[in-house]
């Protein structure tokens, strides 16, 4: 599929897939405590602070297009997914608002995130209304226990992902204790591609796909959730930030321990000591950025966020699933990650 | 029963709950993230900041009595109940975490409070450890959807009620806008009674009650939850601080909306006026304590108390189950209310 086909195919796929999943979405966050259920619309973006119409935008909802084209992979009409995709949508709301306390981050989508807006308490609060409906949501299901496990599995995932990504600030940038690039890789695929591959996977679950669809969805989301993060990471620092939204250099100012620094640092190029040197004092970004990428990070980077890419196409590649989801499966992964590499 | 029957079958009811459930406890905790496990383990009171030894207590430990006492009442072994206490006593432990937050407390049960210890971001991330770790307890047993449809019921009401207790906290002691009697009694029974019914339910589920047993199981533990919680009220402004480790008016220091307080403005009483006024200006919590007590509040509060536990003993009296689970379910009512009232 050429990169054109999926600016294509993919804005559809989620449109398509947010148009059939909102009023289930709505219906469920309708049915929490109407203050805590004010927190979760505002961080869906569908209101402001006091419940007055929303001018911000949501996310692009690639959870639930996973979750539809879960069930549509099963031969199932992608409605059949929608439970799914409510819960990996509550879910993944749900750390948005706990990391983003721990984080310390004040924005989010160019608005005060939850607990700047309502205070940490409350946040902490909404974050718990959106894990317990999301568990309720597919606990009404007829999936049965299977679904639950998934679900439970990537809750396990999200919170072991999260800490190890706190715990990384915390280590030295070089000797023995450093952060060593396979370590960042188990992170992602907790933190990010658990998520991912759960949604696809519980949508094919209640699709009624047979074990192996099951698995290869996983599989799949958990590569393109460690692509995608990689990706994210090498636009963090070389991204341009008219369109990547961010600060230059944002990542690198803030210390935080990246694929591309981390890379750059397990290299045996005359550049790492120096990089060190810059990272422990917190010097200049712009240099720190050169160094990375004259140690070879930017390309070990791009390189590994291939291989997933790669490794997630191979699993699709193998599943007896009907040609078009696996199409929309493949410009889906196209379109998230494939044209920034 | 007689009280003393009580105090003597009450904790060895607990003890005995305490030591069946204990190593699968402490198994599932072992499979967290060994830093989210510490923080998990710390507040089990098995351990100190940095993993030592423990020197503290852990609680009494009621709900996972229920859970065992509920697999009793369906008559099969107490261990068929061991998931369901695992699973609540992690709901349990993960709602103290993030109660502890939003609420400022910096202690319990003598001890810094986990986010006093380790800090708020990492506190949130335990608790939602704690969360996910109940959902994959319970997901990874053979009891099915009613099972998990019951717990994420529950863990729902736990976040209605503690939305509801914390918007208390705003509103006004007299006028239109002021907490009722009524509403307070709907948030204990989300934020305290919801997750002891399920408790007894979950274990009833897991012994293969029928759902005459499950549902009466869960009404008694609702009502049990309400009657504890304005018995803790009165203790908490009348109570013995030598008995209650509670600090003398605490409470009313705190200014928090208790069932006392609430009775006491909602009577017809020529104190109330008075009360209102030292109330407002946080003036002397003796003379508000004497108020309360002149406006009926305290009789008021205990009288509540007792139809709760009579509506807790008439949901067990009805229910097809053996002696010996309906003596042990009522020694633990009796242990845990009775005595002060």
Do not use: N
Not at 78 to 94: I, K, N, Q, S, Y
Not at 105 to 116: Q, S
Not at 280 to 292: K, T
Request: aromatic residues 4%; neutral net charge; charged residues 20%.
């Amino acid at each position: 599929m050429t990169a054109l086909t999926s600016a294509v195919t993919a804005p559809g796929v989620l449109g398509r897939s947010r148009a059939l999943v909102r009023p289930a979405l709505k219906e469920a966050v309708g049915r929490m405590h109407p203050w805590v259920g004010e927190m979760a619309a505002y961080s869906f973006g569908w209101c402001e602070v006091g419940g007055g119409p929303a001018v911000a935008s949501g996310g692009k909802g690639v959870r639930q297009a996973l979750a539809v084209l879960g069930a549509e992979a099963a031969g199932a009409p992608g409605r059949a997914g929608v439970p799914a995709a409510v819960a990996v949508e509550l879910v993944h709301t749900f750390s948005l608002l706990h990391d983003d306390i721990m984080d310390g981050d004040a924005a989010r989508r160019r608005r005060p995130t939850v607990w700047k807006a309502y205070g940490t308490g409350p946040a902490v609060l909404a974050g718990d209304g959106l894990f317990a409906l999301a568990v309720e949501t597919l606990a009404g299901t007829s999936a049965g226990p299977a679904a639950l496990r998934l679900l439970s599995a990537s809750l396990g995932d999200l919170v072991r992902g999260q800490a190890d990504d706190l715990l990384f600030a915390t280590r030295p940038w070089a000797g023995a204790r450093r952060v060593r690039p396979g370590e960042y890789l188990a992170m992602a695929e907790h933190k990010t591609g658990a998520l991912l591959g759960c949604s696809a996977a519980l949508g094919a679950v209640l699709g009624g796909a047979p074990p192996a669809v099951v698995t290869g969805l996983d599989r799949a989301g958990r590569h393109l959730g460690v692509a995608f993060q990689i990706v994210d990471d090498v636009l963090g620092i070389w991204g341009d930030p008219e369109v990547t939204g961010k600060p230059v250099h944002g990542d690198l100012r803030e210390g935080k321990k990246t694929y591309p620094v981390l890379a750059a640092l397990d290299a045996p190029s005359p550049a790492t000591a120096h990089l060190v040197t810059v990272l422990e004092s917190a010097g200049d970004p712009a240099v720190a950025a050169a160094l990375i990428d004259e140690a070879g990070g930017r390309t070990a980077a791009l390189a590994e966020a291939r291989r997933h890419v790669a490794a997630a196409e191979a699993a699709l590649a193998g599943l007896p699933i009907p040609a078009g989801a696996a199409d929309d499966l493949r410009s889906l992964l196209d379109f998230l990650v494939c044209r920034d590499l």
